[in-house]
C-alpha cells in the first residue's frame, strides 16, 4: 500500500490507544529472544477482573481460542508469557512515542 497507507494504520494504532482501553507495547529487536519468539497471541481479558481471560492463538494452519474453563493451565501460560514480554517490552507511552515518530519518516 506504499507510505499513505503504513501512516494510516500507524494513526489508527494511535486512535485506538487514545480511544479506548487498548493498550499497545512495542518490543524492540534489541530485546532479542523474548517469550513469544516464533509465533503469536492475544491476550483478551477484562481490566477490572481478576479473571485470566481468554487467549487467541494464530498459527500456520488454524487459529483457536483458550478460555479459563477448557484450558486454565495454557490460559496461566500465556498469561505468564504476556507478563514477561510486558517487563522487556516499552512502556505504552514509548510505544505511542515511536508509532508517532515513525510516521513522521514515511
Not at 493498550?23 to 534489541?30: G, M, N, R, W
Not at 492475544?42 to 481471560?53: A, C, I, M, S, T
Amino acid at each position: 500500500g506504499g507510505p499513505a497507507t503504513m501512516r494510516e494504520q500507524l494513526q489508527f494504532l494511535l486512535d485506538v490507544q487514545r480511544d479506548s482501553p487498548v493498550e499497545i507495547f512495542i518490543l524492540p529487536f534489541s530485546v532479542g529472544a523474548h517469550a513469544a519468539i516464533g509465533f503469536t497471541f492475544v491476550l483478551l481479558r477484562d481490566r477490572d477482573e481478576d479473571e485470566p481471560g481468554t487467549v487467541y492463538v494464530d498459527g500456520l494452519t488454524k487459529a483457536d481460542y483458550l478460555d479459563e474453563a477448557t484450558d486454565p493451565r495454557d490460559v496461566e501460560i500465556y498469561n505468564d508469557a504476556f507478563e514477561r514480554l510486558k517487563v522487556v517490552a516499552l512502556p505504552a507511552d514509548a510505544s505511542r512515542a515511536l508509532v508517532a515518530s515513525v510516521m513522521t519518516e514515511l
